[in-house]
């Protein structure tokens, strides 16, 4: 018997193709592989990237472990090559990593008009290299204290003149659409943890609207930097001590806390009508989107975001809770994060099978959720969803199903990816394979 017009071979419903978004190229770079074959492969080997923090002198902080993006050379990537001068790490990442997924997509210049093809991307507040400011610092110092006067007419001789330009938090999505030559829309989004995910997100609607043909979505952040640590604060990050790769338990009883790391992941998002016709290779699409926002309390948050963002999201998809194979959790590590998120998955999807893959990376802030929708992509293209690290003892407040010791068969293909921030925004995305 054949399906409805509108229902593809997995159940999920078809859309309009001159409104489905599909998932057409795919880059990645981060603490556990650059590219996606790498990057897939130390998922299923179940190898971890936490390791010595080696990219600063940690020996003052109260952790010394964390995840960084080994073998990266940015002159491979980067074009002009002159850009360099006005690239902090992020912004390296970033780029680096919607080059790998323009080429992946096998995308060229003729097959897309440049006002058709746009850039969403996610970034953090990105930190200056204290050597760029330290001859600025030393010159405003009077008698041992900080003369906040002299910084006009002392300090700013002492710095780079385009110096603000590699940290600015749209610069990724900017250089990124010079390159490429992309002149659509184009977008920046600093939300912490929910960046990426959002810009993926946004993206997607800014196709189905309408507004473009092609768009390259993600996000890139490196929170392996001495600033971060004492801007953002280290309450959530884990002081254990024990081997490195075993720090990191997503739900566990006995886990004790989140680990930084640096990761840039980008998607090349295109309307299907368009993707076919060009003869590209579908990977998966983009069925829903639900996101909302929860206060922060004197008792903390309560996880009515979480639970609000996946109805929002299922809803859009025009599934069932029932429909979705997989939830792809933002698993940060932490007591009560984990323990909110556990409560609201279960009682919106009941027992659904769960992976978190900040087990292998640890937080990487604004490039969290691209680096993550990238495992539920690989996924579907191998027929199996990667484990959790380090889950040996279920916590009874983490009431989900969390795959562990060996990869889950693909049943039904179809994820949920979700992120939280800090600041309270819950994010869902409703993922489906290619059909």
Known sequence: MSNPPNQGRNGVRRRDPAREVVITGLGVLSPIGIGREPFWQSLVEQRSGIGELSSFDSSTLPMRFAAEIKDFDAKQYVRPRKSLKVMSRDIQIGFAAADLAFTDAGLTPQAVAPERMGVVYGADMMYCDLDEVADAYRSCRVDGKFDFDRWGSQALGNMYPLWMLKYL????????????????????????????LLAIAEAMR???????????AGGASSRVHPTSYVFRGADSLSRST????????????????????????????????????????????????????????????????????????????????????????????????????????????????VTAPKSYFGNLGAGTGAVESIVSVLAFKEGRIPVTLNYATPDPECPVRVIHDEALAVKQPTALLLNIANTGQAVAVVLAGPD
């Open 169 to 196: 938090p749209n610069m990724p999505a900017c250089h990124i659409a010079i390159a490429l030559d992309a002149r659509g829309p184009n977008n920046s989004i600093t939300l912490s943890e929910a960046s990426s």
């Open 242 to 353: 024990e081997e490195p790769t075993k720090i990191l338990k997503p739900f566990d009883a006995t886990r004790t806390g989140s680990l930084n790391g640096e990761g840039a992941a980008a998607m090349v998002l295109e309307r299907r009508d368009h993707a076919e016709a060009r003869g590209a290779t579908i990977l998966g699409r983009l069925i829903g989107y639900g996101s909302t926002f929860e206060p922060r309390t004197a008792e903390g948050f309560r996880g009515t975001a979480v639970r609000a963002a996946m109805r929002v999201a299922i809803t859009d998809a025009g599934l069932t809770p029932e429909q979705i194979g997989h939830v792809n959790a933002n698993g940060v590590s932490t007591t009560v994060m984990d323990r909110l998120e556990a409560g609201a998955i279960r009682d919106v999807l009941g027992d659904v099978p």
């Open 206 to 216: 800014v196709i189905e609207r309408g507004s473009a043909d092609v768009m390259i």
